[in-house]
């Protein structure tokens, strides 16, 4: 059975790359639109940070739902969206593996939405219990800033590519 990598795990790497692109832009190299290494850095960050807190919050949905605290409305409704309908419940009563299927179904879901919002984040993740998450994260990382400067960025990724034809990079909805 190959290794589990952890969300963060993939999200380090991620960040790597990025990094790696933006010092081959600040190097020798003789690009025609050597910008646009820049805004692949930024877009392949803002996709991990995506990434990274829809992996997340797959891996604390199930040890959510096996802890037997209460299930509200809006997480309700998110599995509902994802296809966990009456029938596949009932098709669960037999299955070997339930909560994968659940996780399955779910990571597949979020995979057409964006997280890379911090009111998205954290509505997201209050359905499990977990409130100001975001926030959280700013102050355990000692950034004061953190949140706004993170937000900034992802918002002027359409400010960064003067040609309105290749905006096409946004094309997932967000989860509200």
Do not use: W
């Amino acid at each position: 059975m190959p290794a589990v990598v952890q969300p963060i795990t993939v999200f380090e790497k991620t960040i790597d790359r990025s990094l790696a692109l933006l010092e081959l832009h600040s190097g020798d190299v003789e690009l025609g639109e050597k910008d646009d290494l820049v805004r692949a850095a930024v877009i392949l960050a803002i996709a991990g940070f995506d990434r990274y807190f829809t992996a997340k919050y797959c891996d604390v949905l199930i040890p959510h739902l096996k802890s037997g605290k209460k299930v509200d409305d809006e997480l309700c409704k998110r599995l509902e969206d994802s296809g966990l309908s009456t029938r596949f419940a009932l098709e669960f009563l037999t299955a070997k593996r339930p909560y994968r299927k659940i996780r399955t179904i779910v990571q597949n879901s979020l995979s057409a939405h964006t997280t890379h919002r911090d009111s998205v984040i954290d509505a997201l993740f209050l359905q499990l219990g977990l409130k100001g998450l975001c926030e959280h994260a700013q102050a355990k990382a000692k950034r004061k800033n953190l949140i706004k400067r993170t937000m900034k960025l992802g918002s002027g990724l359409i400010k960064l590519d003067p040609q309105p034809d290749r905006r096409q990079f946004d094309h997932r909805q967000e989860i509200s």
